[in-house]
């Protein structure tokens, strides 16, 4: 397991869901995950999970650096709907889910790949995981990484073509076909973001009614 790149399972010991796209904002790749108007808010790691653990009754003790008032206003204080922060590193934006699947939604990843190229990495607690890869707006691969020819995208060679992630996982041991997959295709398309950037502030969005 590489630890040394975001995202990974020791950051996220319960799963993940996370979502790449090039050229675009942070707060531009939020807008894109919700039809709602958004109010983002910077949280660092520790404090996300310390919102998304107490909602609404979380104590200033806890996140003594930012302001309940405004965190109420932002809508992170609801206790229900995933907890998404973006961030970016080079020529890339990208946002992370804690847990939960939002992230999965094949519409969000259409949109965040509108006149770009995004990607998207699930890896769920109880280790299942898939991977899509879309351009401008079309799902091209779409694929479990244990079975990485069983591709449900528009056009699954363009993928292949531009990171050969295939030859990576048949190389591989079976075991750790998500993991090679992912860091090949983010490898391939000079999307590879240390781990330490995720534990910097960066901006925060509740998606409330999910």
């Known amino acids: ?22 050229r675009v904002s942070p707060s531009d790749l939020l807008a894109k995950m919700t039809s709602r108007q958004i109010h983002p808010i910077p949280l660092n790691r520790m404090e996300a999970e310390a919102v998304k653990a107490f909602g609404g009754n979380i104590e200033e003790e806890l996140i003594p650096d930012l302001d309940i008032g405004d965190l ?18 080079g020529d890339w934006s990208y946002v992370i889910e804690s847990e939960g699947s939002y992230l999965t939604k094949e519409e ?11 990607f998207s990495a699930r890896l769920a607690e109880t280790g299942s995981s898939w991977i899509s890869y879309a351009e ?7 694929f479990d990484p244990l079975f990485p020819y069983q591709d449900y995208g528009q056009r699954p060679e363009v993928l292949e073509a531009l990171t050969g992630y295939r030859e990576s996982i048949d190389s591989g041991d079976r075991s750790e076909s998500y993991e090679n997959a992912l860091r090949k295709i983010q490898q391939e398309l000079n999307c590879v973001v240390p781990h330490e950037a995720d534990a910097a502030r960066m901006l925060a969005i509740r998606i409330r009614g999910c």
Do not use: W
């Open 1 to 22: 397991m590489n630890t040394k790149t975001f995202p990974n399972s020791q950051l996220y010991r319960t799963g993940y869901c996370a979502m790449f796209a090039r």
């Open 72 to 89: 109420h206003l932002s809508g992170l204080l609801t206790e229900e709907g995933p907890l998404l922060r973006a961030g970016t590193y």
């Open 108 to 118: 969000l990843l259409e949109s965040a790949s509108s006149g770009t190229v995004a």
């Open 136 to 142: 401008d707006g079309k799902i091209l691969s779409s």
